[in-house]
């Protein structure tokens, strides 16, 4: 089993811990969403407001591109941390 914690809005929409027996970050997105069919209500307002994740697999930072990898192994913690974008900061400079 895989220990997964997912923080933020993730875990407030989905629940914070699970334990899967996945093979890839993909696939536990597939898992919760076959456990309590959230993730595909849920993650078109996600686009709106979170348009990255940052995912930690035993406390190191995991490349985007090994998403769909088969690398998660028994006991391994995943962490994934939603990371939002954005924002506009204005600056007025007034002066004659």
Do not use: C, R
């Not at 076959?34 to 930072?61: E, L, P, R, W």
């Amino acid at each position: 089993m895989i220990d997964i914690t997912l923080h933020g809005i993730l875990g407030k929409k989905l629940g914070k811990n699970w334990q899967l027996n996945v093979d890839s970050v993909y696939e536990i997105f597939e898992a919760i969403e076959a456990n309590n069919q959230k993730v595909n209500k849920y993650f078109t307002d996600f686009k709106k407001f979170v348009s990255h994740f940052v995912v930690y697999i035993d406390g190191k930072i995991m490349p985007a591109h090994l998403l769909k990898s088969k690398m998660l192994e028994n006991s391994t913690k995943v962490e994934i941390l939603p990371v939002v974008q954005g924002g506009v900061t204005l600056i007025i400079v007034t002066g004659k």
